[in-house]
């Protein structure tokens, strides 16, 4: 079975700081990885996914992530992050292999300081 | 193209009543997937539909059901409800589900009282 865990519940960074939001996944066989946000009173929106290949991801908004295989982390991160970046972000995780459920994890509160 | 519609957007209802929820996937999407979300559990799958057939679940009790109907929009009902119940209600579609990335609605807000 499929987990992800977030190891940072909070995130407080002033504004224009760089950020990084950890991930670790685990899974016995490959896998896709995303990460999504989410703004108060809003669903969820993708902001970046690994499917295949380079293992440097870009996304949205200026986030990117890398995919580390050996020790199965998907970090995101920012290089200079806005006010407007203040929101839950989640890590998730589907089997490569099978049409199963996609696992997210539990979110990191991300809170901008001005 | 439209996004994933859910009505209604808010919610309230008292203990031991029943509510139906509903999502419009967006055109072509075939999978639709429904999610629980509560500050102290977070976001929490409860079953996806593909093609009018559950395809898979989550671990909720039997008074959470769904369906899918042949244009794909989706319905999920919750019978005799209970103060635990209250949440936002997500829903998420993709073509095919699976590694597929997932378009998500704003929610239902459902208060029991």
């Known amino acids: 079975a499929q987990s992800v865990t977030q190891l940072d519940s909070q995130v407080p960074v002033f504004e224009e700081a760089p950020v990084e939001l950890r991930c670790n996944y685990s899974s016995s066989v490959s896998v896709y990885l995303f990460w999504y946000v989410q703004y108060p009173n809003q669903g969820l929106q993708l902001l970046l996914k690994?499917?295949?290949?380079?293992?440097l991801v870009k996304g949205i908004n200026g986030f990117e992530a890398e995919f580390n295989k050996s020790q199965t982390s998907f970090h995101l991160r920012k290089p200079s992050v806005h006010i407007s970046d203040t929101a839950e972000y989640f890590c998730?995780?589907?089997?490569?292999?099978?049409?199963?459920?996609?696992?997210f994890g539990p979110g990191t509160s991300l809170s901008v300081i001005p | 193209k439209a996004g994933v519609t859910q009505t209604p957007r808010y919610l309230i209802k008292t203990r031991g009543q029943q509510v139906t929820l509903s999502c419009s996937p967006i055109?072509?999407?075939?999978?639709v997937s429904w999610y629980q979300q509560t500050p102290g559990q977070g976001l929490q799958f409860l079953f996806e539909y593909f093609s009018e057939t559950q395809r898979n679940k989550g671990n909720f009790p039997g008074r959470f059901s769904g369906r899918q109907f042949s244009n794909s929009r989706s319905e999920m009902n919750v019978s005799t409800l209970e103060l635990g119940d209250s949440a936002l209600y997500l829903c998420a579609s993709s073509y095919q589900g699976g590694g597929q990335p997932q378009h998500f609605g704003d929610g239902t807000r459902l208060s029991i009282l």
């Open positions: 998730a995780v589907s089997d490569q292999t099978s049409y199963d459920k996609v696992i």
């Open positions: 055109s072509g999407h075939r999978s």
């Open positions: 690994y499917l295949s290949g380079s293992t």
